[in-house]
C-alpha cells in the first residue's frame, strides 16, 4: 500500500508554518532578553544610594580651624626652662647659644586654611616660616639650619615634627606654652599676648593715676 502523495502546495505550508514557528520562538526568546536587561536596568536606576560611605562632614575641618585659630596674634615671650640644654642637644654652636641666651623673642602667628605663618622677631634677626598641615615643608630656624618639618593640630596643639626635635604649641589659660624635645631633653617657653600685656600696663597705669 502506497503512502498518500502531498501536494507541493501543501509541502511548501508545512516549511513555512515550521520556519514561522522557529523564528517566532528566536524573536520570544530575544524579547525576553531585552526585558531581562530591562528590568535589570529598572534595578539598578531604582536601588538606593550607597551609604557604605558617607559623605565626607566638613564639621571636623571646621574643629580644627577654630582650635588653629586660638594660636593667632602676637606673642610675647618671658620665661623659658632648659634653653641651653637644649641647643647643645641639637648641635647649636655656644657662639650662637651666647648670643641667643637672653633673648626674649615676639612670635606672631597667622592662621589662613591649612597654612600657618609664623614669624619669629629678635633685636637679632627676624624670621618667617609657613607651616602647612598634614604636609612635610622646609622651614629654617632661628640658627640658620634649614630642617624638614611635618605639621599637625592634635588634642587642640600644632605639633611639628622634625628630624632632630619635635616642637608642640598649646594655648593654656592666657598663655601659649611651647616645648621643644631632643632625646631625653626639653627645653619650655611661655609666652603671653602683647595685647594681654597691653591692656595690663594700661591698668597697672590707671590704679597708680588714682592713687
Not at 75 to 82: F, K, R, S
Not at 94 to 108: G, Q, W
Not at 140 to 168: A, L
Request: net charge positive; charged share 30%.
Amino acid at each position: 500500500m502506497t503512502a498518500p502523495r502531498t501536494s507541493r502546495w501543501s509541502r511548501a505550508w508545512t516549511t513555512f508554518s515550521r520556519d514561522s514557528g522557529l523564528r517566532l520562538q528566536q524573536g520570544e526568546q530575544v524579547s525576553t532578553m531585552a526585558t531581562g536587561k530591562l528590568n535589570a536596568g529598572e534595578r539598578r536606576r531604582a536601588r538606593p544610594p550607597d551609604t557604605s560611605k558617607p559623605e565626607r562632614s566638613t564639621l571636623g575641618d571646621s574643629a580644627v580651624e577654630q582650635r588653629t585659630m586660638a594660636f593667632d596674634g602676637s606673642w610675647q615671650m618671658y620665661t623659658q626652662e632648659n634653653q641651653e640644654e637644649f641647643f647643645r642637644a641639637v648641635s647649636v654652636p655656644d657662639a650662637v647659644i651666647r648670643m641667643i641666651r637672653d633673648v626674649k623673642p615676639v612670635t606672631v602667628i597667622q592662621q589662613k586654611g591649612d597654612d600657618i605663618k609664623v614669624t619669629m622677631k629678635t633685636p637679632i634677626r627676624s624670621q618667617t616660616n609657613t607651616l602647612t598641615l598634614g604636609k612635610e615643608v622646609q622651614v629654617t630656624t632661628m640658627e640658620g639650619k634649614k630642617v624638614k618639618c611635618t605639621s599637625r593640630m592634635e588634642e587642640g596643639k600644632m605639633i611639628c615634627e622634625t628630624e632632630k626635635f619635635t616642637h608642640t604649641r598649646e594655648i593654656l589659660g592666657d598663655e601659649m606654652v611651647e616645648t621643644l624635645t631632643a632625646g631625653s631633653v626639653t627645653l619650655t617657653r611661655r609666652s603671653r599676648r602683647i595685647l594681654w600685656i597691653r591692656k595690663h600696663v594700661e591698668f597697672q597705669a590707671h590704679r597708680y593715676n588714682r592713687g
